[in-house]
């Protein structure tokens, strides 16, 4: 049973379309994030939430919108891609609210390529 | 602004070397220090961390020195092992915040 998926696993689209990425943790974490990792491999984080609660939006284009339905869940929603946006996107949790300093349980990532 | 510096990039260890790879930090709130390891179309997952009330931490053949006066933090791969062919992710996070700051990565080839 995998801790955390996302979904889609790939995930190609055209500039200016819109796309949506899913995940879910069955941890009963109470924190989850989204971080980017670019094609050098540099991981960043985007977003932190805790109990549906966004608590860090960190400088991401207000293109980017996470949702999270429930604590299980947070779905990232993309508006007007570009090239730029090309990366592995990867759905973290952990458990807690300092969660940043407990481990964090990555997804598999999700290779969004914009062409 | 690059918070966690990492050298190097890239590695090349001959099996049952040891790898050595080296981080630095500018913020002294940082107060917890692990490493992830990922693998290729893999996430990235926690292979030991630290607390800066320690110097050092092993773990099997994972050793993480830690030298709080000069911010640096360093893992050793011991007896390396094809096996650990990854790439490793130092990072650093404090209590106040809520996500990991990571490191650029190394990418880490063991040779048979």
């Known amino acids: 049973d995998t801790a955390v998926s996302q979904t889609p696993k790939y995930l190609v689209t055209q500039m200016g379309n819109d796309k949506s990425i899913k995940c879910e943790q069955n941890?009963?974490?109470?924190?989850m994030y989204w971080y980017k990792q670019d094609s050098k491999k540099f991981l960043k984080i985007m977003f932190s939430?805790?109990?549906?609660?966004?608590?860090i939006n960190e400088t991401v284009p207000n293109r980017f919108s996470p949702k999270s339905p429930d604590k299980a869940h947070l779905n990232l929603h993309i508006n007007s891609l570009e090239l730029g946006d090309s990366a592995v996107y990867f759905c973290?949790?952990?458990?807690?609210?300092?969660?940043?300093?407990?481990?964090?349980?990555f997804g598999q990532g999700t290779r969004l390529t914009v062409v | 602004q690059q918070q966690v510096k990492q050298s190097p990039q890239s590695l090349i260890v001959q099996k049952g070397g040891i790898s050595i790879i080296n981080c630095a930090y500018e913020?002294?709130?940082?107060?917890?220090f692990p490493w992830y390891q990922q693998f290729p179309g893999k996430g990235p997952a926690l292979l030991i961390a630290?607390?800066?009330?320690?110097s050092e931490k092993k773990e099997g053949r994972f050793t993480i020195s830690f030298n709080k006066s000069a911010k640096q933090f360093s893992l050793h791969i011991m007896d390396s092992q094809p096996g650990d062919s990854a790439t490793y992710f130092c990072?650093?996070?404090?209590?106040?915040?809520?996500?990991?700051?990571f490191g650029g990565g190394t990418r880490v080839l063991v040779k048979p």
């Open positions: 973290a949790s952990s458990r807690g609210a300092a969660g940043a300093r407990t481990e964090a349980f």
């Open positions: 941890l009963g974490h109470d924190t």
């Open positions: 939430y805790n109990n549906k609660e966004l608590i």
């Open positions: 913020n002294t709130a940082f107060d917890y």
């Open positions: 630290i607390r800066p009330d320690v």
């Open positions: 990072a650093a996070s404090m209590a106040a915040g809520n996500k990991l700051t």
